[in-house]
């Protein structure tokens, strides 16, 4: 059965994670010299790939004693929250290569092989996991997932700039951790009440 309210949850935690992550940034760097369509169409894909791995490993935690799930899921939702609170501020310098020409194989190629390099084992992979493990809907937190990160593709690619100089990164980035945190204090209470 699919719950409206745990895609919502999901696409609201994966999208505010996925914001400040640097792919948003290789998106809005292939989408200013490739035709956006094309690019969007091997990011998506990439991010589909993602979010199907983390679901499998997410429904494998759920066979686990549900008191255990419940810590090890705070443990990493709290994991995340400080990554997010104490990384770096200062983006790497990363050379992204344009393939030679501007066909739909080529240039989607090199949106799907850049996304699926960079996000595998990446936060909000490893957070779509615990959300699978959390919530007993594993279809419903594939499409949070995928919706969240497709729109933080779709922005990184067609508008990034314009949404960073409104609203500034680093409050992103809390409130990404403040739900993580949120998440870890409700997965705790669960393991404890059980």
């Given amino acids: 059965m699919i719950s409206f309210t745990v895609m919502a949850i ?4 994966i999208f505010l994670a996925e914001l400040p992550d640097k ?16 690019v969007f169409v091997g990011v998506a894909a990439a991010f589909t790939v993602h979010v199907a791995l ?7 935690l759920t ?11 705070a443990a990493l939702f709290l ?34 092989m850049l996304i699926l390099v960079a996000e595998f084992g990446d936060l909000t992979q490893i957070m779509t996991a615990n959300l699978a493990a ?13 919706l969240g990160l497709w729109a933080v593709g779709g922005l990184g690619i067609l ?24 998440l870890a204090g409700f997965s705790i209470y669960e393991a404890v009440a059980g």
């Fill in 134 to 146: 959390r919530y007993d809907s594993p279809v419903s937190v594939g499409i949070g997932a995928v």
């Fill in 159 to 182: 508008g990034g700039r314009t949404l960073m100089k409104h609203v500034p990164l680093r409050l992103i980035t809390k409130i990404a951790a403040l739900v993580m945190v949120a």
């Fill in 10 to 13: 999901v696409f609201g935690v």
């Fill in 79 to 112: 994991a995340g929250a400080a990554v997010l609170l104490f990384k770096k501020t200062e983006e790497e310098d990363e050379e992204i290569k344009p393939p030679a020409d501007q066909s739909f194989w080529k240039v989607a190629g090199a949106g799907f």
């Fill in 63 to 73: 066979l686990l004693p549900h008191r255990l799930v419940q810590g090890v899921v």
């Fill in 23 to 38: 792919t948003a940034l290789a998106g809005l760097m292939l989408g200013t010299r490739y035709r956006a369509s094309y």
């Fill in 54 to 60: 983390a679901i499998a490993a997410g429904s494998v």
